[in-house]
């Protein structure tokens, strides 16, 4: 009722309810009442949520309905939920909106945040930074993951202030201009939403964190690869060397034709078929022997069917499917991030969730 109040910016009206001693909103469109027993679970789900995946089946709590009450001629919101964007990312959007302030109370030097859609909300969160000292991300980054239900979030990026977050390519320009792998990565443990099935464990697993922002003196040199381009041919080459990898099904090569700055990360998407005996990271082995492949620092496999020019898409699949601690292989400044669908191949004995579909 204080949010309400505070995103209304006066009191709701408050009502008692009919079975139950508790207050409601007075002109609220249907209100439940009814208990909870604390020792009582029932089997639920699987449910299609916002993720775009069914949920996974699990024991909940049970809620008794003793009465249902309702304002004269009452509206049922409801709202269909999905891959993004779909009609709750507008809601989400808000909510972002409406919270920066009070996430400034305790983080004065965040200048803006933004939850990319693909990213459903708790997979990823990027912010743009007022940087003051040595280590100022990584503290930004601890506080985030240790803060109400940002803790949820599974990976955190830091920016410059300078840095746009309404415009998405500016983003991926710093990512390619900017990270280096071999010191820009944090990885930790903590708390997941329970929707996240990417993880070994249920509610639990690893996240990382990504700095983007600009050194200060007393934070380590990034390592530079220079600002060489590969050439088409060159990329021809790569796709071929690729191809050659047994189960590998198609190749993007990802990279800016031209950049204002020297261009340290390049860019692979790799479809890879993966089968009982061969998973994720014998793909990434394969992958970082072959020289032909060695301009190509950051490698992201997908599933078969995924189509690699949509990078919305690759985006969705990349937040949701994985597990940074897991999925991850690194060798030197190089690294293989396995966006697919993990099974015991992957070392993932957890039931891993359909996509969301619609009937018609």
């Known amino acids: ?87 709750d990312c507008y809601l989400a959007k808000a909510t972002e909106r409406m919270f920066l302030p009070m996430l ?25 930074l007022d940087k003051e000292y040595p280590g100022h991300a990584q503290k930004i980054m601890s506080g985030l993951w240790g803060q109400g239900q940002m803790s949820f979030c599974k990976a955190i990026i830091v920016t410059d202030r300078s840095v746009d977050l309404t415009n998405p390519a500016g983003i991926i320009d710093a990512l390619l201009t900017r990270l280096d792998i071999t010191t820009d990565i944090t990885l930790t443990q903590g708390v997941l939403d329970v929707l996240d099935h990417s993880s070994p464990f249920p509610n639990f697993g690893n996240k990382i964190g990504l700095d983007l922002t600009a050194r200060f003196p007393g934070e380590p040199p990034r390592q530079s690869r220079g600002a060489a381009i590969p050439t088409a041919d060159h990329a021809a080459r790569a796709r071929e060397a690729a191809m050659n990898i047994p189960g590998v099904a198609g190749v993007r090569a990802l990279f800016p034709e031209r950049s204002k700055d020297a261009v340290l990360n390049r860019i692979l998407a790799v479809s890879a078929v993966k089968s009982a005996d061969r998973g994720g990271k014998a793909f990434a082995a ?16 997908f599933d ?21 601690g897991r999925d991850m292989v690194r060798r030197g400044c190089r690294v293989v991030v396995d966006a697919c669908k993990k099974g015991p191949m992957d070392g993932h004995d957890r039931e891993w969730p359909d996509e969301l579909t619609f009937d018609e």
């Open 304 to 324: 078969p069917g995924i189509d690699l020019f949509d990078g919305s898409l690759m985006l969705w699949k990349i937040f949701n499917n994985v597990d940074p």
């Open 1 to 87: 009722m204080m949010l309400a109040g505070f995103i209304r910016k006066r009191p709701v009206v408050m009502a008692p309810c009919v079975t139950v001693d508790l207050m409601v909103p007075a002109e609220a469109e249907f209100v439940l009442e009814g208990y909870v027993d604390p020792e009582e679970r029932r089997m639920e789900g699987p449910f299609g949520d916002h993720t775009g995946y069914y949920s996974l089946a699990d024991l909940y709590p049970v809620f008794h309905v003793t009465a249902v009450t309702h304002r004269r001629n009452p509206i049922y919101n409801a709202t269909l939920v999905g891959r993004p964007p779909m009609e």
């Open 104 to 128: 400034q109370t305790v983080f004065p030097e965040i200048v803006d945040y933004w939850l990319p859609w693909e990213g459903v909300f708790h997979n990823i969160v990027v912010v743009a």
């Open 286 to 301: 394969d992958i970082l022997d072959r020289p032909e492949l060695a301009a190509f620092n950051i490698v992201v496999l």
